[in-house]
Structures are given as C-alpha cells and as structure tokens.
C-alpha cells in the first residue's frame, strides 16, 4: 500500500536523493530550472485565467448588462409614453387623433417586445424575473381600461374619465413601480459586470513580481558564479516576463480608466437623463389629468387637486435632474439638447400657468387648446423637451458604448499574450539552465 512501509520507504529515499542531488551544482541547477520553469508557466497560466475572467466581465458590460439596462429604461419610458398618450387623445375628444392613438400603439407594442426580450435574459426566480411576470400580469389590465376609456369617449359618456383615471392609477402603483424595480435590478447587474471587470488581477501581478524576482536572481547567481554576464535563455525569459506583466498592467489600467470614462461620461448621464424623461412624462400625463378630472380627484388631505400637485412636484425634479445634467456633460453634443430641454421646460412652465389662469375663467374649450393644441401648447413644449432628451441619451449611449468597447478592447489580446509569453519565458528558462549544465558534461 501507499502508505505502508513499501511507501514510506519510497518516499524517504526520493528525499534522500533530492538533498543528495542538491549537494552538487548541477543537482542545484536542475532544481532551478525547474522552479523557475514553474513560476513562468505559473504566471502565464494565473494571468490567462484571471484576464479571460476580466475580458468577459467586460464584454458583458457591452453585450449584455448595459443593453438590457438600456431596455429596462425604455420598459419605463414606453409604459410612462403610452399613458402620457392616453390621456392627450382622451382630451382631444371623441375623434382622437391618429397620430396620438399610433403613438400608444408603438409605446405598448415596444414595452411587449423589451419584455420579451428581457424574459429571454432573466430567470424566472430572478428579480427581474419577477418583475418582468408581474408587467406580462398588469400590462393587458391596464390596456383594457384604456380602451374601455376610448369606447365611452367616443360615446360621449362621462364615464370614460373614470376608467382614464382607472387605468393611470393603475400605471402608477403596478406598472410603473414594477419598470423601477426590473431597471434597479439591471442596474445592479450591470454594477457587478463592472466591478468584476475593474478588479485588479492581484495573483497574476504577484505571480509575475516572483517570477522575475526568481529569474534575477538566478541571473546574478549565475554571474557570480561563472563571472558571464548574460545567460541568452535566462535572459528571453526574463524579457517575456517582464514583458507580459507591463502588457497585464498597462492593458488591465487602461480597461479601467475606459470602464471609468463609460461610467462617469455615459452611465451615470444615461441614469439622470432618463430619470429627467420619465418626470416629464409623468408631469405630463399629470397635466393631461387635471383637465380630464376638473377638480374630482384631491390629494389625501383634501385641499388641493391631486394631479395639479403631481404635476408641480414632478416639474421641480425634472428641473433638478436637468441641472445635474448640464454638470454631467462633457461635451457640447452632450450639453446642448440638455440647454434645450431647459429653455423649453421654462416655456412649458410658462405656458401651464396662462393653462391655469384659462382654467380659472371657465373656459374649457380654451383649457384644451392650450393643452393639446398644435401651436403654443404646453404639449409643443413637451414635446420639445421630450426630443431634447431623446438626443441627449442617444449621444450618452453611444459615449458609453464607444468607451466600453475601447475597455474590452485593451484586454482582447492579453489571454493568449500571456499564454505565448508564458510558453517562452518557461523554454527559455530550460534552456539557460541546461546551457549550464552542459559544461558539466
């Protein structure tokens, strides 16, 4: 047996042969060669491991964690578009107009397909797997009462005001809460691609410090010992170390720096810009509401209207995020749809007070006008802000895009670089060492 005293005696005489092999200086060669041969092979082999680790974190940040946070984003916005939609048509009377009832028809049919898609991405014990069911769960309920809206709508029956406040409520507590919670779980997926991919390859750095310190010294031994001052084969895998671990620590700093620039000049724009859209169609929606309502929905302590105060309220974290916007933005491409989508927000406001003045007359007529109406509306300005934005994200998207690829790109190589170098670093090393043997012989 193994460990019987046949085993024992086995291993006792391997050891007895190894000290005697290290008495004499080609024993102690040969066990050089050796380690040094196993450091090399060692930090290639770590830093193949650990940057293939890195690269597909990396690639996911491109592929898969930022598109579907991206898509998550739009869930929102579709569902938040589509009930902004509902209302304007609603307001426009018993004929509503095409291109308003087209523009829900593409919000929901968008918010179907991304659910779809998300499905595919998101395991149904997931966070967003929930998420994504209790949309798939909500979403018809919610379209049935629109279109019970639009039927007495169009019937001139008051009704259709109650089920138009139905079915925003409804958007407001399932809908819309649900879109919040699938983008907040893809968000935090894409942090955890991005943090895995910025993390630094600490085994493969100490790796190649032992190695090359294991190769220097060895070189001086030698130098000290046979007074040359360069042994070729110790001397290439000195080189491709040394080589492979500037190569691992230039191409890791620059993915980083890359991952850093895509955050901070895409990410996180991307994050107060859609927030910035999301507010403004819920002010708007909000607008639409508070002639559709005319007064019968209060908020909880009964003094004022409900959708008016909505409104206000989502117009001041509109105006917020539109700032921070502003200081995010590093570029003028960047930064100018945002100073667009300022001013229009200033005209939208402005516009919304001669809406309540208008109100407060009694003329309704009016009040619809000056809410739907083709020109000087406060839904002309909507839509200013609304394309204003839409290009501001669109840029940040491809801001991100184009530094994140940049990140996957500085990594790409290193892999099989660190394979190849770590092969060459290890022969070399064999055969510097057995260069020395072979004056033994």
Do not use: C
Not at 76 to 92: E, N
Request: no cysteine; proline share 2%.
């Amino acid at each position: 047996m193994p460990g019987g005293p046949a085993g024992r005696g086995a291993w006792a005489e391997g050891r007895r042969r190894l000290r005697a092999a290290a008495t004499t200086e080609p024993g102690r060669l040969q066990i050089i060669g050796a380690v040094l041969a196993a450091l090399v092979v060692a930090f290639g082999a770590v830093t193949v491991l650990e940057i293939s680790s890195r690269a597909t974190a990396t690639d996911d940040v491109v592929t898969r964690s930022q598109p579907l946070t991206a898509d998550a984003a739009s869930i929102y916005r579709s569902l938040a578009d589509a009930d902004t939609a509902a209302s304007s048509g609603f307001l426009a009377g018993a004929e509503e107009p095409r291109a308003v009832a087209e523009r829900y028809d593409r919000d929901i049919a968008l918010a179907s397909r991304l659910l779809v898609k998300a499905a595919t991405n998101a395991g149904s014990s997931s966070e967003s797997g929930q998420q994504i069911a209790e949309l798939n769960e909500a979403l018809p309920r919610y379209t049935a009462l629109i279109e019970t809206a639009r039927a007495n709508n169009r019937l001139g029956r008051p009704l259709g005001g109650a089920y138009l406040r139905f079915a925003n409520e409804q958007m407001s507590r399932d809908l819309l809460p649900a879109a919040q919670k699938l983008y907040d779980a893809e968000t935090a997926r894409l942090q955890q691609d991005d943090d895995d991919a910025r993390f630094w390859p600490v085994l493969s750095t100490a790796a190649g410090v032992v190695a090359i310190g294991a190769l220097l010294w060895a070189q001086r031994r030698n130098y000290r010992r046979t007074n040359r001052v360069f042994n070729h084969g110790l001397l290439v895998a000195t080189a491709a170390s040394t080589v492979l671990l500037l190569w691992l620590a230039v191409g890791h700093t620059v993915a980083r720096a890359q991952l850093t620039d895509a955050d901070r000049h895409g990410q996180q724009s991307l994050k107060v810009l859609g927030d910035a859209r999301i507010n403004s169609l819920k002010a708007r929606a909000n607008e639409n509401l508070t002639v559709v309502a005319r007064g019968a929905v209060l908020t909880d302590d009964g003094k004022s209207d409900k959708y008016e105060t909505d409104y206000t309220a989502g117009m001041n974290r509109l105006g917020e995020q539109l700032h921070l916007a502003q200081r995010l933005a590093d570029d003028s491409a960047g930064r100018d749809p945002v100073d667009a989508a300022v001013r229009a927000v200033s005209e939208w406001q402005e516009r919304h007070k001669d809406v309540t003045r208008t109100d407060r007359a009694g003329d309704y007529d009016g009040v619809v006008r000056k809410v739907i109406g083709a020109k000087g509306s406060t839904g002309e300005s909507f839509d200013k802000v609304d394309a204003a934005l839409e290009k501001a994200l669109a840029h940040e998207q491809r801001e991100f895009t184009a530094a994140a690829k940049d990140a996957r790109g500085a990594l790409s190589g290193l892999p099989l670089g660190a394979a190849v170098l770590g092969v060459l670093g290890a022969a070399g090393a064999v055969l510097g060492i057995n260069r020395r043997l072979s004056e033994y012989r």
